[in-house]
């Protein structure tokens, strides 16, 4: 088991930043994918942003090349994301998750998730 805790969400107003935490815990060696999603409020769950242990860049969703940027210390088991020039449309639950397998953007190859942190962006 794999038990990740996201930190780091709240209300910021536009054109602002955040940044978010995913704490690993557990079978990390079953962390080597670890990536951030996001889901508002009647609408389905989204890829935002991935980066495996051995991959620094990560890859990203076309909706936030540019301003976001995902991270990750091995050493701390923990993976970030730094959410700078935001929008209102940014406004969602974010939910951090992880995989053995890197590469993936459908959340059904994600085994493990966090609770989820509110980002709130106000116009």
């Known amino acids: 088991q794999v038990q990740l805790v996201e930190s780091g969400g709240g209300l910021v107003q536009a054109g602002g930043s955040l940044q978010l935490s995913c704490a690993a815990s557990?079978?990390?060696?079953?962390?080597?994918?670890m990536a951030w999603f996001r889901q508002a409020p009647g609408k389905e769950r989204e890829f935002v942003a991935a980066?495996?242990?051995?991959?620094?860049?990560?890859y990203y969703a076309d909706f936030v090349k540019g301003r976001f940027t995902i991270s990750r210390n091995n050493a701390k088991n923990t993976a970030y994301l730094q959410m700078d020039s935001l929008k209102p449309e940014d406004t969602a639950v974010y939910y951090c998750?992880?995989?053995?397998?890197?590469?993936?953007?459908?959340?059904?190859?994600?085994?493990?998730w966090g609770q989820g942190t509110q980002v709130t962006v106000s116009s």
């Open positions: 998750a992880s995989s053995p397998y890197y590469g993936f953007e459908s959340p059904s190859t994600y085994e493990y």
């Open positions: 557990g079978r990390t060696f079953d962390t080597n994918a």
């Open positions: 980066i495996s242990r051995s991959v620094h860049n990560g």
